[in-house]
């Protein structure tokens, strides 16, 4: 029996509603609505949903600060929607614990990719065993990885990853000294059939590199490979 996703819409927008509604209905979703931030939580307390959809510009509570919120408390798929694309925009999301951002204005087709991309990941961990790591500690100089207990230690001191973070370092981790194209990366965060933007694997370098590097100009550990990707220098 196919499972019913709730996805909560929280957006102020009539014509965003219009297209969310149409891709939902497609795919035999269940809209649950929110016009501003207040009752965006309001109705993620009361709902559960299992995906939400979230506009940056709201009345009352804004976005980021409607996932910042979430991310106390739930692992649920948030993707963010807005009007503005840029690194440093995207950046600001990422690092409050959203999954996925979408720009103003989307193609409807890529919207229902990327929520059924983003459920569908959702679900599989939810299903899956628990994975049996490798490694259950990674410490490289400065740099220690504890893969059970999601935590990260520079020079002795703890650095707060979001989940996304931790993925892409500790799978880059995992394979010291090999080359991973930005193709690569975001097939292993997102999946090989998912919307291909790879400067999305370009914020989270970035961010990384910031939190781990004691000079993120001259990075440590993720080196830029010119014209191929990323690694994890031993």
């Given at each position: 029996?196919?499972?019913?996703?709730?996805?909560?819409?929280?957006?102020?927008?009539?014509?965003?509603?219009?297209?969310?509604?149409?891709?939902?209905?497609?795919?035999?979703?269940?809209?649950?609505?929110?016009?501003?931030?207040?009752?965006?939580?309001?109705?993620?307390?009361?709902?559960?949903?299992?995906?939400?959809?979230?506009?940056?510009?709201?009345?009352?509570?804004?976005?980021?600060e409607v996932c910042r919120t979430?991310?106390?408390?739930?692992?649920?798929?948030?993707?963010?929607?807005?009007?503005?694309?840029?690194?440093?925009?995207?950046?600001?999301?990422?690092?409050?614990?959203?999954?996925?951002?979408?720009?103003?204005?989307?193609?409807?087709?890529?919207?229902?990719?990327?929520?059924?991309?983003?459920?569908?990941?959702?679900?599989?961990?939810?299903?899956?065993?628990?994975?049996?790591?490798?490694?259950?500690?990674?410490?490289?100089?400065?740099?220690?990885?504890?893969?059970?207990?999601?935590?990260?230690?520079?020079?002795?001191?703890?650095?707060?990853l979001t989940p996304k973070e931790?993925?892409?370092?500790?799978?880059?981790?995992?394979?010291?000294?090999?080359?991973?194209?930005?193709?690569?990366?975001?097939?292993?965060?997102?999946?090989?059939?998912?919307?291909?933007?790879?400067?999305?694997?370009?914020?989270?370098?970035?961010?990384?590199?910031?939190?781990?590097?004691?000079?993120?100009?001259?990075?440590?550990?993720?080196?830029?490979?010119?014209?191929?990707?990323?690694?994890?220098?031993?």
């Amino acid at each position: 029996m196919k499972r019913t996703y709730k996805v909560l819409l929280v957006d102020d927008e009539e014509s965003i509603y219009r297209v969310v509604e149409q891709v939902l209905k497609r795919e035999a979703y269940e809209l649950l609505y929110a016009d501003n931030g207040e009752g965006a939580l309001e109705s993620f307390q009361k709902e559960s949903p299992d995906l939400v959809i979230l506009d940056v510009m709201l009345p009352l509570i804004d976005g980021y600060e409607v996932c910042r919120t979430i991310r106390e408390t739930s692992k649920v798929p948030i993707l963010m929607l807005s009007a503005k694309g840029e690194i440093i925009d995207k950046s600001v999301g990422f690092n409050l614990g959203a999954d996925d951002y979408l720009v103003k204005p989307f193609s409807p087709v890529e919207l229902g990719l990327r929520v059924k991309a983003l459920l569908r990941r959702s679900f599989d961990k939810e299903q899956s065993a628990p994975k049996v790591r490798k490694t259950t500690k990674i410490s490289k100089g400065e740099l220690e990885i504890n893969c059970e207990s999601h935590e990260v230690f520079v020079r002795g001191k703890p650095v707060y990853l979001t989940p996304k973070e931790f993925e892409l370092l500790t799978f880059m981790a995992e394979h010291p000294d090999q080359v991973f194209t930005r193709e690569q990366l975001f097939a292993h965060m997102w999946g090989d059939e998912y919307v291909n933007d790879t400067s999305t694997i370009t914020v989270f370098i970035r961010k990384l590199r910031e939190k781990i590097e004691r000079d993120p100009a001259k990075p440590q550990y993720i080196q830029t490979v010119w014209g191929i990707g990323y690694k994890f220098s031993e």
